[in-house]
């Protein structure tokens, strides 16, 4: 099992950052792939960043590539997702997730991490 607590998120105006954090625990073989994903209201729930731990390897959707940066603290076992040039659509709530492989679910439409987090909601006003 692996246990997943989110925190950071919070209300900023457009063009602002944030900063989520990612504690994991547990089976350490089931988590070596991180990601974020985020859900806004009424939509469905997106990819927008992953890390496959062991050799630091980044995914990240087109939509924040460039303004978000999934990174990895080994000693604290846990992964920050560092977001710039916040923008209104950027708002959701945002879930931090673990798996043994990214690669397993990153270009599938239907497959998905297996472990999840409670999320943090994040809110960007224009």
């Known amino acids: 099992q692996v246990q997943l607590v989110e925190s950071g998120g919070g209300s900023v105006q457009a063009g602002g950052s944030l900063r989520l954090s990612c504690a994991a625990s547990g089976n350490s073989f089931s988590r070596t792939c991180m990601a974020w994903f985020r859900q806004a209201p009424g939509k469905e729930r997106e990819s927008v960043a992953a890390i496959y731990t062991p050799d630091g390897g980044t995914y990240y959707s087109d939509s924040v590539k460039g303004r978000f940066t999934i990174s990895q603290d080994d000693a604290k076992n846990t992964v920050y997702l560092q977001m710039n040039s916040l923008k209104p659509e950027d708002t959701a709530m945002y879930y931090c997730?673990?798996?043994?492989?990214?690669?397993?679910?990153?270009?599938?439409?239907?497959?998905?991490?297996?472990?999840w987090g409670q999320g943090t909601q994040v809110t960007v006003s224009s």
């Open positions: 997730a673990a798996d043994g492989s990214c690669r397993a679910w990153w270009y599938s439409a239907r497959l998905r991490p297996a472990y």
